[in-house]
Structures are given as structure tokens and as C-alpha cells.
């Protein structure tokens, strides 16, 4: 069979690709490099996606896991994950000058762990162990947070209080989520649950939208890193829902064998994987054989996160924009 000869149409999930806070800490690296100049030292990858980690580390960024790595009087970021309170009082102790690139949206369950504790709840959650959101958030405490990774664990869970709240890592699938915390429920039906859920809007849309899409197609492409958990949990939603799926991180990662006898393919990509790359997936779709692209109807996203003050408030575009 000649290669692609099945494959015609290309279905793009709406939305896909970067979210507001990925859009953010990136923007704060380069920031930091154009203002400071190079080298910039970020701890963990900015971003779980080996594009913008590569394109970075060319800029002259700096990716380690161990401040100890960093030289005095350095210039230091944290990744959009989060980090612990032990990283956060280490980095202030050696005098670094630090911008924080946290997720404003897993700030925001750091907020609330810090207010809850101090009202003497412990805490349920749910999430990856040895991801870095995870280990930041457990590490806002010393201890009384415990860890579920599924359904099964919470019967291991054994608080010292009867007050107890749930959290949740930002990029789980919400399914999978909702199944663990029913379970928390049924067994602390006391429990405290977040006022608004803690998975955040663009993990959410990207899965709702690949519910539609999965659905209306022959395979699903997901464009993201393998070190990526909303882009892996998107390559699995797509497969429970009875589609075949696989995540590339980039067009060479394609095998034309996917897509012999299929005609439709869909395309969507995680939130931390940048549009050139999905631009390059598309240009060897369409190489492949694919004649027709076409965009899904989905929800149209306008979240913007402001920076951290030093690096200025207007977007890198704008600011292009503003000297020519």
C-alpha cells in the first residue's frame, strides 16, 4: 500500500496547546535572559516539553535540579510546577535573585493548603507521586498531607484529625480524579473539598475537547513530551474512549503504519507543547496525505496571568511590537 494512501482528513481539537501559565513561564525565562543575560538558572525544566526546554537552554538557560548547582549571586527561576517551602527558604538563604514561574493556578492550592493547615486541617492528595507539582505541594507541609495516586490507596490513609481537606494535582485526568475523590468522600464524608476544583481549566478543556474529538476519528495524534502529565492524559482519554492514540513530540515520531486503512486523524496537543511543533506535525500530516484540516468547535480561552513584578507587565510581543 502506498504510504498515507487512506489518510484524508486532519480534525484539530479546540483548544490545544499552550495554556496561560505555560505561556507565563516561559515568557519569564526569556524575559530574564534579554534583561539579565545569560546564563539563567531554572530549577526542573521550565515546562515538561523537550522543545522548549532545548530552545531555552540555546538562549543560554540553565535546567538543574539542586541549588547547590547555582553560583552565588545568580539569577534563579522556579518552573511552573512549583516547588517546596524548603527550596523556597534555601533559595532566599544563598540570595539568589528569584522569579517565580509557579502556575498562578497551583499557587493557588499552595494558598490554600498554608490557610487550611493553620486552622489545623490535614489534607488528602490526589495526585503522581515524584512529579514535581506533587512534590512542591506536599512540600508546602511537613506532615499530615498524604498522597493518593488511585482509588485503592485511600483506604491506606490514615489522618490524626477528624478535619480534613482534599487537593488536587493540576493536571490529572478529571475522571480519574473524580473516581478518587468519591472514594474520599464515601470514606471521610466529612471531608472538605476546594471551593472551585483544583484541575485546572486548560487540563479540563483539553480533555472535554478530546471527548468530542476521539469520538469522530480513526487514531488521535497527541503532540507533547513523554515527561508531560495533562499530554499523557490525554494520549489514555482518547483510548478509553476506544480510539486509538499516540503522543509524538514531534513530526519525526510519526509512522506512516498508523494511519494505513484510516481516513480521519485528529490532532491535539498538551498544554506545554508549543504551536511550531504542532505546525511541523501538521505539515507531515498533510505529507502523509491528509488534504482537508479542520478545526472542532470547542471553547475559545482568554486566560492571561500577569508577571512577576521586574519583568515588566506587556507581552514580548507587544513589546516587539512597540520598537518597530
Not at 530549577?43 to 537552554?57: P, T
Not at 549571586?73 to 527558604?89: C, E, N, P, Q, Y
Not at 480524579?177 to 485546572?200: G, Y
Not at 486548560?202 to 487514531?219: E, H, I
Given at each position: 500500500?502506498a504510504?498515507?494512501?487512506?489518510?484524508?482528513?486532519?480534525?484539530l481539537?479546540?483548544p490545544?496547546g499552550?495554556?496561560?501559565g505555560v505561556?507565563?513561564?516561559?515568557?519569564?525565562?526569556e524575559?530574564a535572559l534579554v534583561?539579565?543575560?545569560a546564563?539563567?538558572?531554572?530549577?526542573?525544566e521550565?515546562?515538561h516539553?523537550?522543545y522548549v526546554?532545548?530552545d531555552?537552554?540555546a538562549k543560554g538557560?540553565i535546567?538543574?535540579e539542586?541549588l547547590?548547582?547555582?553560583p552565588?549571586?545568580?539569577t534563579?527561576?522556579?518552573?511552573?510546577?512549583g516547588?517546596?517551602?524548603a527550596v523556597r527558604?534555601e533559595?532566599?538563604e544563598?540570595?539568589?535573585?528569584?522569579?517565580?514561574?509557579?502556575?498562578?493556578l497551583?499557587?493557588?492550592v499552595?494558598?490554600?493548603?498554608?490557610?487550611?493547615?493553620?486552622?489545623g486541617?490535614?489534607?488528602?492528595?490526589?495526585?503522581?507521586?515524584?512529579?514535581?507539582e506533587?512534590?512542591g505541594?506536599?512540600g508546602?507541609?511537613?506532615?499530615g498531607?498524604?498522597l493518593?495516586e488511585?482509588v485503592a490507596?485511600?483506604q491506606?490513609?490514615?489522618?490524626r484529625?477528624?478535619?480534613?481537606?482534599?487537593?488536587?494535582q493540576?493536571?490529572?485526568?478529571v475522571d480519574d480524579?473524580?473516581a478518587?475523590?468519591?472514594?474520599?468522600?464515601?470514606r471521610?464524608?466529612?471531608v472538605?473539598e476546594?471551593?472551585s476544583?483544583?484541575?485546572c481549566y486548560?487540563?479540563q478543556n483539553r480533555?472535554d475537547?478530546?471527548k468530542?474529538?476521539?469520538p469522530?476519528?480513526d487514531?488521535v495524534i497527541?503532540v507533547?513530551?513523554?515527561?508531560?502529565?495533562?499530554s499523557?492524559?490525554?494520549r489514555e482519554?482518547a483510548e478509553?474512549l476506544?480510539?486509538e492514540?499516540?503522543?509524538?513530540?514531534?513530526?519525526?515520531?510519526?509512522?506512516p503504519a498508523?494511519f494505513e486503512?484510516?481516513?480521519?486523524v485528529?490532532?491535539?496537543?498538551?498544554?506545554?507543547?508549543?504551536?511550531?511543533v504542532?505546525?511541523?506535525v501538521?505539515?507531515?500530516l498533510r505529507?502523509l496525505?491528509a488534504v482537508?484540516?479542520r478545526?472542532m468547535?470547542?471553547?475559545k480561552?482568554?486566560v492571561?496571568?500577569p508577571?512577576?513584578?521586574g519583568?515588566?507587565?506587556?507581552s514580548m510581543s507587544e513589546?516587539?511590537?512597540?520598537r518597530?
Amino acid at each position: 500500500m502506498a504510504e498515507g494512501a487512506h489518510l484524508e482528513e486532519l480534525l484539530l481539537a479546540e483548544p490545544r496547546g499552550f495554556c496561560a501559565g505555560v505561556d507565563r513561564a516561559i515568557e519569564i525565562v526569556e524575559r530574564a535572559l534579554v534583561k539579565f543575560g545569560a546564563p539563567i538558572y531554572v530549577r526542573h525544566e521550565i515546562v515538561h516539553n523537550s522543545y522548549v526546554v532545548a530552545d531555552l537552554r540555546a538562549k543560554g538557560a540553565i535546567f538543574i535540579e539542586d541549588l547547590a548547582e547555582v553560583p552565588p549571586g545568580a539569577t534563579l527561576i522556579f518552573s511552573a510546577h512549583g516547588v517546596s517551602k524548603a527550596v523556597r527558604a534555601e533559595a532566599a538563604e544563598r540570595g539568589f535573585q528569584v522569579f517565580d514561574a509557579t502556575c498562578p493556578l497551583v499557587t493557588k492550592v499552595h494558598v490554600e493548603v498554608a490557610k487550611l493547615a493553620r486552622e489545623g486541617f490535614e489534607f488528602v492528595m490526589i495526585g503522581h507521586k515524584g512529579h514535581p507539582e506533587v512534590e512542591g505541594t506536599m512540600g508546602q507541609l511537613s506532615d499530615g498531607i498524604y498522597l493518593v495516586e488511585e482509588v485503592a490507596d485511600v483506604q491506606h490513609v490514615r489522618p490524626r484529625t477528624d478535619k480534613l481537606a482534599v487537593v488536587t494535582q493540576t493536571t490529572l485526568s478529571v475522571d480519574d480524579a473524580a473516581a478518587i475523590l468519591a472514594e474520599v468522600k464515601r470514606r471521610f464524608p466529612q471531608v472538605r473539598e476546594p471551593k472551585s476544583q483544583d484541575i485546572c481549566y486548560a487540563t479540563q478543556n483539553r480533555q472535554d475537547a478530546v471527548k468530542v474529538l476521539a469520538p469522530a476519528v480513526d487514531v488521535v495524534i497527541v503532540v507533547g513530551s513523554p515527561t508531560s502529565s495533562n499530554s499523557n492524559r490525554l494520549r489514555e482519554l482518547a483510548e478509553r474512549l476506544g480510539t486509538e492514540a499516540h503522543m509524538v513530540e514531534g513530526p519525526a515520531d510519526l509512522l506512516p503504519a498508523w494511519f494505513e486503512g484510516r481516513r480521519r486523524v485528529g490532532l491535539t496537543a498538551g498544554a506545554s507543547a508549543p504551536d511550531v511543533v504542532l505546525q511541523q506535525v501538521i505539515a507531515r500530516l498533510r505529507e502523509l496525505g491528509a488534504v482537508s484540516i479542520r478545526k472542532m468547535d470547542g471553547v475559545k480561552e482568554s486566560v492571561h496571568f500577569p508577571l512577576p513584578r521586574g519583568l515588566g507587565d506587556r507581552s514580548m510581543s507587544e513589546v516587539a511590537a512597540s520598537r518597530s
